[in-house]
């Protein structure tokens, strides 16, 4: 275990910084074994699940753009391999969920057209934004990842409504990631800026784009899949269920999860006051038991990148 001390705003905070590893993994997707309807049999639920899988691509290939660019500006040899990690993890990320946005395309998800908006909109859109905006930006985003983390790692039943073992794995695999790698962005982003006025709009730009133009497009899909959903009096009631699983106040992922959200604007805040690590380490037993885990089946290897001056 690593140990660092930060810097963040002339405050330190003397933090134990568990090795981060990079993962590699092959699922083989089979096309026949997926379930459209994987998150708790809801129809439209689940297409913001297959929304963000097919969006999130091009916000990881910011957040490792963004990350490489950075890195050269460290003087931290910790932070530095941290951030090494952070990379790697998020590029397998963006691997994986291709190869099963490739799937959903075989199940008349409209991927072609929503790959083609979303690499317009990074393109013309974040992808010119100034350097500290993009690093504003990418520690927002992984703020808003460390919140569907947790609170998948602690509604872990709701990756059980389906028979669907590899996309159970594959998100489950995702989670326990952006958990692990939920600090770093934040770190970097303290220490070579730290305005709290740019961390602000940084994280409003996540927000409106992971609950806004995400949940917007997933919209769509049923409807583009199935026309028909539109006079379907059972389709209109999954909108209302749907609606509450992913914003109901009670234990809908974002709406369950507000003053989580919006910690983010403390100006003292920081990822580890939302101290996770019980269910990281029973997520990593759950997960990578060598004899039992639920991703032994598509593990290959894992490594700690070497740390360098």
């Known amino acids: 275990m690593n140990a660092a001390v930060l810097v963040d705003q002339g405050v330190k ?7 981060v590893p990079v993962r590699h993994l092959e699922f083989k997707f089979d096309a026949s074994k997926a379930d459209d309807r994987f998150y708790l049999q809801a129809e439209l639920a689940s297409a913001y699940f297959e929304a963000l899988s097919i969006f999130l691509t091009y916000g990881e290939d910011l957040v490792i753009d963004t990350a490489r660019h950075h890195r050269q500006f460290l003087t931290d040899p910790v932070l530095k391999q941290r951030v090494t990690a952070l990379i790697g993890q998020e590029a397998i990320h963006s691997r994986m969920h291709n190869e099963w946005n490739d799937v959903l395309a075989q199940h008349k998800f409209p991927v072609p057209f929503y790959r083609f908006l979303g690499s317009k909109v990074f393109e013309y859109g974040f992808n010119r934004f100034p350097q500290p905006l993009k690093l504003s930006m990418m520690a927002g985003i992984e703020h808003f990842t460390a919140v569907l983390a947790e609170f998948m790692m602690k ?8 028979d669907d073992e590899q996309q159970r794995a594959l998100w489950m695999w995702h989670m326990l990631e952006e958990s692990e ?3 770093i962005a934040y770190d970097v982003y303290q220490t070579l800026n730290g305005s709290y006025p740019l961390r602000v709009a940084g994280f409003f730009i996540a927000l409106v ?18 026309p028909s959903n539109l006079i379907s009096l ?3 009631k999954d909108v209302k269920r749907s609606a509450e699983l ?4 009670g234990d809908g992922v974002y709406g369950s999860t507000l003053k989580h959200i919006f910690d983010y604007l403390r100006p003292d805040f920081h990822p580890n006051d939302h101290d996770a690590s019980e269910w990281l380490a029973y997520y990593k037993e759950r997960l990578l ?3 039992t885990g639920l991703l032994t089946p598509y593990f290959v290897r894992e490594f700690v990148p070497a740390m360098r001056a």
Do not use: C, M
């Not at 509604?155 to 389906?162: A, G, L, W």
């Not at 784009?209 to 199935?226: E, N, S």
């Open 289 to 291: 038991n060598p004899k």
């Open 155 to 162: 509604h872990e039943e709701n990756f059980f409504q389906s």
């Open 181 to 183: 790698h939920k600090d």
């Open 234 to 236: 059972s389709y209109w």
């Open 246 to 249: 992913i914003f109901g106040l």
């Open 13 to 19: 905070r003397p933090k134990a910084r568990p090795d």
């Open 209 to 226: 784009t992971i609950v806004g133009l995400v949940p917007f497009a997933a919209t769509l899909i049923p409807v583009i899949r199935k």
